[in-house]
């Protein structure tokens, strides 16, 4: 195992890696920078290396002073967390280059996930039902109308180098196509640097369903069951859960089989290793993959809290070569969990909110987890994401644990800056979300204030 990991992240993500690795007798190094020096993820690692100023380029972007800080602590190990530079296959092999594990998987998994029209057509040819869509980047306009004649309209244009939902855009017709092809190529040059836009059917209001992935570097691989993350505001996940309420209590069990097989298939094609995820679509009784993200993901708590699996011990035992010695007949999901994203954000204009926590109470009970990357006291300031911290609440029925969600989401007493429960407790509220009939767009009609 390794001797010391240098966590090359901030926040809740940091502070778990933390606890974790000193859970397993591996000393710890933290990186900050200038804005986040007080917070607690950097008192509570064993040691602490500044990386610089507050801008994430500067500091947890800045590929030359994370390595730096990992070669002068004598790092054996760097675990990236989620962001920032965890998806980034240059730093990986730098790392490796460099004689320091990346906690993750091969560079050569995360380039092949990287162009999402080639891990499409990676995917589709290892029998993974991928959205009808077109086998590669197109060329022109012209291309782009008349592939869409045969996969139907609406049709959604995507760019290769995208993801996450950057550079979308949907068409009805050949008029609107026409202009949202130039559009989206415009835009996948200016936020990618290249150019390439391919298309797929557009599903207008989909699940989104992704499988959790767990592999060796000895050929042995496991998925560990689904998380539905359909509750999101402009690409930003809002809720998620586990089982998606589409599986519960064992509800269509032959579509689930159906998603656990093509995510194994998918993780199999990338060659990962590793933890990782896949995300589909639900759409009409039909999924089909989208993309497989290269990371643990901020919502990997509702896959622990309902499997009793410790995603980051295994990531760290992995990356040090162990073998996976967890069996896909022992993965078995054990009740429901929710994870409420707490962001300091307005709950109803969603303006950011940053400022000093004055008082930051959060609450206990039975089935609380709080993943917080602030304590009392400390500021939260506006030059990093506004998640400040994960309430993730477990239960024996989701319903039990939505009773236990409302209670501890009213007992977080935080003052100084506006956060998002009041949306959570309407989210809570809402009867379509209680009767578990969720998809992208619940929020633009659901849990208005
Ligand atoms: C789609 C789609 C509808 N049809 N693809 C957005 C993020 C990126 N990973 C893929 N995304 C979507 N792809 C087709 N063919 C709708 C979305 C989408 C979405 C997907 C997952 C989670 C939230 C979303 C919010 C809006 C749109």
């Known amino acids: 195992m390794f001797k010391k990991l240098l966590i090359a992240n901030r926040g809740e993500i940091s502070r778990r890696i933390n606890t974790v690795a000193k ?6 190094v933290a990186v900050y920078s200038d804005a986040d020096a007080e917070l607690p993820f ?7 290396v500044r990386l610089g100023p507050a801008p994430a380029k500067d500091s947890y972007l800045n590929i030359p002073a994370i390595l730096e800080a990992a070669k002068s602590t004598g790092a054996d190990a760097v675990h990236p967390g989620y962001g920032f530079v965890s998806e980034n296959a240059e730093f990986a092999s730098a790392c490796k280059a460099a004689g320091i594990t990346f906690v993750g998987p091969p560079p050569e998994a995360m380039l092949r996930m990287k162009d999402k029209s080639q891990a499409r057509k990676l995917v589709s040819a290892a ?7 077109t086998e590669d980047v197109l060329p022109d306009a012209n291309a782009a109308l008349a592939a869409a004649e045969s996969i139907g309209y609406p049709v959604l244009c995507k760019a290769a180098g995208g993801g996450g939902g950057i550079g979308m855009a949907a068409a009805n017709n050949p008029a609107e196509l026409e202009k949202v092809f130039r559009q989206c190529t415009d835009r996948a040059k200016a936020a990618f ?3 390439g836009v391919y298309i797929e059917r557009y599903f207008p209001a989909p699940r989104h369903i992704e499988v959790q992935i767990l592999g060796d570097h000895h050929g042995h691989l496991i998925h560990c069951l ?5 509750i999101q505001r402009r690409h930003q996940k809002v809720v998620e859960e586990a089982p998606s309420p589409l599986f519960a209590d064992g ?8 998603l656990f097989t093509a995510a194994i298939a ?3 094609a990338f060659g990962y290793a590793n933890a990782g995820t896949v995300e589909f679509l639900y759409s009409d009784g039909g999924i089909y993959f989208i993309e497989m993200n290269a990371r643990l993901q901020v919502e990997h708590p509702v896959t622990e809290l309902t499997t009793g699996l410790d995603l980051i011990g295994w990531q760290l035992r992995i990356a040090a070569g162990e073998k996976l010695t967890v069996k896909q007949e022992d993965v078995k999901r054990r009740g429901a969990a929710l994870e409420f994203r707490i962001y300091a954000e307005d709950p109803v204009k969603f303006f950011p909110s940053p400022g000093p926590l004055k008082v930051y109470q959060p609450p206990t009970g039975e089935g609380v987890r709080l993943d917080s990357g602030y304590a009392e006291g400390n500021t939260v300031t506006p030059n990093y994401d506004p998640m400040i911290a994960k309430l993730i609440v477990s239960g024996a029925t989701r319903a039990e644990a939505i009773e236990r969600s409302i ?7 935080i003052e100084g800056i506006k956060t998002n429960i009041p949306l959570h407790l309407r989210i809570l509220q809402d009867p379509v979300f209680r009767a578990g009939d969720l998809n992208t767009r619940f929020l633009e009609h659901h849990a208005k204030p």
């Open 23 to 28: 859970g397993m007798g591996i000393s710890t």
């Open 42 to 48: 950097v008192r509570e690692a064993d040691q602490a």
């Open 127 to 133: 029998g993974v039902p991928v959205v009808p869509g």
């Open 193 to 195: 640097g290249r150019e």
């Open 226 to 230: 689904e998380r539905e993350c359909s």
């Open 251 to 258: 509800r269509n069990a032959e579509l689930s089989q159906k």
């Open 266 to 268: 998918a993780a199999r």
């Open 407 to 413: 209670q501890a989401l009213k007992g977080f007493r």
